[in-house]
C-alpha cells in the first residue's frame, strides 16, 4: 500500500526532514538526483551537522537505516511506488542577483510525471512569490494530466528552520501553510501535524510565499543596520556591543550584533527571490541596499585589519593571516555564501597570505591549513570568523605564542580574547576593533608579552 513519505532533495533541508519524520514514527523515502550523496546515505554517511538531543545527525540517520523506516534513492518511480505524499526541498540557487529556477522546476517536471490520484505534493523550497500559480502548478497538471485540485492535492508550507537547531524546530515552530484548495491545505495540515506539535496559520499561496522570503529579508536589513552601527560606533571610538546592549534595554528595541557579513541559502537570498517577483518598474532600496551593506562586511574588516597591521609597522599585503572558521555561522560546515571564505578572499586579492582552519569543513580550498598549529604558525595577525566547539578548549595563549609578534588579533567572535584574559594576558579597549596583542612575559617560555589595544 502507498502510504509513506517521500522527501524530495536531501540536502541541509531535506535529509534532517526526513529523519525528523522518522524520529516520530513515519517511514521515509528520501530521493536526490545526486548520486553520490544518495550512495553515502545508504552507506550511513552525511557531513550535514544537526545534532539532536545529543546525537549526531549521522547516528540517527544509521538507526533508521537500520530500523528500515529510512531509505535513499534516485528514483521518483521508485519512491511513487511506496509514497503518496511528496515533500520537496529543492531549492532555488542564486548568483548575482540570478535565480536559478532550473533544478526546482525539472524536480516538478519528474515529479508530475509519477504523481497518481490522490496523491499530495507538498512544497517545502523558499520560492520566488507567485511561482506556485504561475510555474509549479501548471507544470505537476500538464506532465502527470491529471487536474491538480481535483485529482491530486498541492500545497505549499515554507521551511522555517534555522541550521544548526532544525531537528528541535522541526517538531516545534509554527507552520504557515496554503493549499490550491481548502482540502489541499487540510490534507497539508494532516501531514505536517505528524511532524511538529507547533500550531498552523493557513493562508493565500502568495501569502505564504511571500511571507517566508520577507522573514528573511527582514533579518537581512537587521544586520545590515547592525553593521552600520559598527560603522557609527567606531567612528565615535565607543563599543558598538556596549551600544546595542544598552540600546536594547528599551522594550521595543531589539538590535542584532554585527559580524563579517551574512552568509547561508536562505538570508542572502531573500532579496533576490523579492526582486525576481515584481515587475521591473518597481523599485525595493531598503531591500537592495541591506543586500550591498552586508555585501560590503567583510570588505570593511580587510580594511580594518590593514589599518591595523599598519600601526605595528606592517602592511596587509604581505602579512600572514590565520583565519579561523569558515562556515558560514558559529558552528556551521555549510560554506554557501559564507562570508568567511568571501573575507578570505579579499584577503588574498589584497596580497595577504592567508591559511585557514575549520576543523568541520572537508578539505576543498587551497588555503586550508591541516591544523590549528599549522594555520597559526607565524601569522601576523589571527582573525575568528565562526566558533567551532573545538576552539573551547584549544590552548590558546601556547598557540599564539607561535605567532608573530606584535600579533594583531580580529576576535569578531569574543571568545578569543576572554580566554586570553583569563590566562592574565591584558586586554583592554573596543571589542570590535582588531587588537595588537603581545604575550606577557609570564604567559610564554617562548616569547616576550604583554598586550595592547588598538584605541
Ligand atoms: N538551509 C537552510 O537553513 C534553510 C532553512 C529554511 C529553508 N530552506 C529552504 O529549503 C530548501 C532547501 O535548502 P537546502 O539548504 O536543503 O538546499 P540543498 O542544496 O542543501 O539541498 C537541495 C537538494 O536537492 C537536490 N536536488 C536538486 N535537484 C533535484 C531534483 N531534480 N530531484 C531531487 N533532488 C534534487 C540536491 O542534490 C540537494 O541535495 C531551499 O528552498 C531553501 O531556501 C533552507
Redesign the pocket.
Known amino acids: 500500500m502507498r502510504t509513506h513519505v517521500a522527501v524530495?532533495?536531501?540536502?541541509?533541508?531535506?535529509l534532517p526532514l526526513s529523519l525528523a519524520l522518522c524520529e516520530r514514527g513515519e517511514t521515509v523515502i528520501g530521493?536526490?538526483?545526486?548520486e553520490r550523496?544518495v550512495d553515502e546515505l545508504r552507506r550511513g554517511v552525511t557531513h550535514v551537522m544537526e545534532p539532536y538531543r545529543g546525537e549526531s545527525l549521522e547516528s540517527i540517520l544509521r538507526r533508521h537505516l537500520a530500523s528500515g523506516r529510512f531509505t535513499a534513492t534516485t528514483s521518483?518511480a521508485e519512491a511513487a511506488e511506496r509514497a503518496d505524499t511528496f515533500i520537496v526541498?529543492?531549492?532555488?540557487?542564486v548568483s548575482g542577483e540570478v535565480v536559478e529556477k532550473t533544478?526546482?522546476l525539472?524536480?516538478i517536471n519528474?515529479l508530475g510525471r509519477v504523481l497518481t490520484a490522490g496523491d499530495l505534493v507538498l512544497i517545502?523550497?523558499?520560492?520566488v512569490p507567485g511561482m506556485m500559480e504561475r510555474d509549479i502548478i501548471p507544470r505537476l497538471a500538464s506532465a502527470s494530466g491529471l487536474v491538480p485540485g481535483r485529482d491530486f492535492h498541492v500545497a505549499y508550507a515554507?521551511?522555517?528552520?534555522?541550521?544548526g537547531r532544525?531537528m528541535e524546530e522541526f517538531q516545534t515552530l509554527d507552520v504557515v501553510v496554503a493549499g490550491l484548495t481548502d482540502a489541499c491545505a487540510r490534507r497539508a495540515v494532516d501531514v505536517l501535524k505528524r511532524l511538529t506539535d507547533g500550531q498552523f496559520h493557513k493562508t493565500s499561496l502568495r501569502v505564504a510565499e511571500l511571507s517566508k522570503v520577507v522573514e528573511n529579508a527582514q533579518r537581512d536589513v537587521n544586520i545590515a543596520l547592525a553593521h552600520e552601527l559598527k560603522a557609527v560606533a567606531e567612528q565615535h571610538g565607543v563599543d558598538v556591543y556596549e551600544l546595542i546592549r544598552m540600546a536594547n534595554t528599551h522594550p521595543r528595541v531589539r538590535l542584532l550584533e554585527p559580524n563579517i557579513g551574512v552568509g547561508?541559502?536562505?538570508i542572502p537570498?531573500a532579496y533576490a527571490y523579492l526582486a525576481a517577483s515584481l515587475t521591473s518598474e518597481e523599485h525595493i532600496p531598503l531591500f537592495s541596499l541591506a543586500r550591498q551593506i552586508n555585501l560590503l562586511a567583510p570588505h570593511r574588516a580587510a580594511r580594518q585589519l590593514d589599518e591595523t597591521l599598519h600601526r605595528v609597522g606592517k602592511r596587509l599585503s604581505g602579512a600572514r593571516v590565520a583565519l579561523l572558521g569558515l562556515g558560514m555561522k558559529d558552528g556551521s560546515n555549510?560554506i554557501r555564501q559564507s562570508p568567511a571564505i568571501h573575507f578570505a578572499d579579499i584577503l588574498a586579492e589584497r596580497g595577504a597570505s592567508v591559511a585557514a582552519f575549520d576543523p568541520t569543513v572537508e578539505p576543498y580550498f587551497p588555503f586550508q591549513a591541516a591544523s590549528l598549529e599549522d594555520c597559526l604558525a607565524d601569522a601576523d595577525a589571527v582573525a575568528i570568523a565562526a566558533w567551532q566547539e573545538a576552539f573551547d578548549t584549544a590552548p590558546w595563549p601556547h598557540l599564539l605564542a607561535r605567532c608573530q609578534h606584535p600579533l594583531v588579533v580580529f576576535d569578531l567572535k569574543r571568545r578569543l580574547v576572554p580566554s586570553l584574559k583569563q590566562a592574565q594576558w591584558q586586554i583592554q579597549g573596543n571589542s570590535h576593533l582588531p587588537y595588537i596583542a603581545l604575550p606577557a612575559p609570564h604567559a610564554s617560555a617562548e616569547r616576550d608579552c604583554a598586550v595592547e589595544m588598538v584605541p
Open positions: 524530495v532533495g536531501l540536502g541541509y533541508i531535506g530521493v536526490d538526483v545526486d550523496k521518483l526541498t529543492v531549492g532555488l540557487p533544478p526546482l525539472a524536480c519528474d517545502r523550497s523558499t520560492l515554507p521551511e522555517r528552520v534555522a541550521e532544525a547561508g541559502f536562505c537570498n555549510d
